[in-house]
C-alpha cells in the first residue's frame, strides 16, 4: 500500500498538496526538488471502483483520500463479457496495469488540451504517473458553484477530439465528464484521464452516467456532450439506471431495438429548463439518440448555436 503524506517523497519528487481522487487513483500536487516545477502525481489505490469509493454526507468541495462529494461521479470498472457487461472492483494489480495503460496513451499525444505526460516513476514497486499540473477548475466545480457555462468549452473538446482521431492518438477519450475536464483561469480547456482499456482482460474503465451504452468509439464522447449540456441546463441527468442492460454485447433483435427505445427516453429539458434554446434542445437529442450524429455534426452545430447567440 502507498504510504503517502505532504511534505513526502517520490522519487526527484515532493508531495505538496492533495489534489483530489477518483474510483481507482489519488492525485497529488508535488514539485520537483531540482528545480521547484510543479507537476501532478497520480497513484493507484489499492482496489477500487466507483461504487465502493465513499462518499462524504453533504455536496462539499473537500478533497480527501477518505472519500467524495455526493455529486461527483467516479469511474467503474466494467468487464464486457459475451453475457453483458459486469461492474467490479479492481485489485491493486489490475488498478496498476491500468495507470501504465494510461501512461502509454497519454505518452502518444502530444495536444494543448489534453494533459501533459511527463515520467513514469514507480514508488514502492508501485507505478506513479508524472503529469503536468493544470492551474484550474474542473467543469464539476463550476457546475457546483453555479458559475457561467460557456459552449466553446465544448466546441474546443470536439475540435481537439477530432484533431486526435485523425493523427491516430486517441481513437476517443471514452470517459468525458465533468470531473475530467478542466478549464484554466484563461479559459482554455484540458481534458484528463482518458479510459483506460484492456483488451486482455475485456475491461474498460468509464462512468455509466456518462457512458451509458458503454461505448468505445467516439460515439461515447458525444453522447458524453450531450448528457453534460442537459445536466447543465436542467440540474438532472437524463438516465439515473445504468448502464443499459444489453450495453457492451453484440445487439440486434426487436426485443433489443425496444429495450434501447425505451431506455433512451428522456424528459425533454426543456420540460425542466423552459429557458432551454430549441436549438440546444435539438443537438442534445442528436447527441444521445442518434447513432449516427458524430464529432463533425456536433462540431457544425454548435458553431451555428454560437453564431447564432
Not at 251 to 274: A, C, D, H, Q, W
Amino acid at each position: 500500500m502507498l504510504k503517502l503524506e505532504v511534505g513526502g517523497r517520490i522519487g526527484g519528487y515532493r508531495l505538496v498538496e492533495y489534489l483530489g481522487r477518483g474510483g481507482f487513483s489519488h492525485v497529488y500536487l508535488a514539485e520537483s526538488i531540482e528545480t521547484q516545477e510543479k507537476v501532478a502525481l497520480k497513484m493507484g489505490d489499492v482496489a477500487g471502483g466507483g461504487r465502493y469509493v465513499t462518499r462524504f454526507l453533504e455536496v462539499t468541495g473537500r478533497r480527501s483520500p477518505d472519500g467524495i462529494s455526493p455529486d461527483e461521479t467516479p469511474a467503474e470498472a466494467i468487464f464486457l463479457e459475451d453475457q453483458g457487461a459486469r461492474i467490479d472492483f479492481l485489485d491493486l494489480s489490475e488498478i496498476d496495469r491500468l495507470l501504465e495503460d494510461e501512461a502509454n496513451v497519454l505518452r502518444g499525444i502530444s495536444s494543448p488540451h489534453v494533459v501533459g505526460f511527463r515520467d513514469l516513476v514507480r514508488h514502492e514497486d508501485r507505478p506513479v504517473l508524472v503529469m503536468d499540473y493544470v492551474q484550474g477548475k474542473t467543469l464539476r466545480e463550476k457546475i457546483r458553484a453555479l458559475e457561467g457555462i460557456r459552449l466553446n468549452w465544448f466546441l474546443s473538446i470536439v475540435k481537439t477530439l477530432e484533431r486526435l482521431a485523425e493523427k491516430g492518438t486517441l481513437e476517443a477519450h471514452g470517459d468525458l465528464k465533468p470531473e475530467n475536464i478542466l478549464v484554466k483561469p484563461s479559459g482554455s480547456v484540458i481534458l484528463i484521464d482518458p479510459a483506460r482499456r484492456n483488451r486482455n482482460l475485456g475491461l474498460i474503465s468509464t462512468t455509466p452516467h456518462y457512458n451509458p451504452l458503454l461505448l468505445t468509439d467516439s460515439k461515447a464522447d458525444v453522447m458524453a456532450i450531450g448528457i453534460m449540456l442537459y445536466e447543465i441546463l436542467t440540474g438532472a441527468l437524463p438516465f439515473e439506471e445504468v448502464p443499459w442492460k444489453y450495453a457492451g454485447r453484440p445487439t440486434g433483435g426487436e426485443v433489443v431495438r425496444l429495450s434501447l427505445g425505451y431506455f433512451l427516453s428522456y424528459t425533454p429539458p426543456k420540460e425542466i429548463n423552459p429557458n432551454t434554446p430549441d436549438m440546444l434542445q435539438d443537438i442534445i437529442y442528436r447527441c444521445i439518440v442518434s447513432t449516427d450524429y458524430g464529432l463533425a455534426g456536433l462540431r457544425q452545430d454548435l458553431i451555428e448555436f454560437l453564431h447564432r447567440g
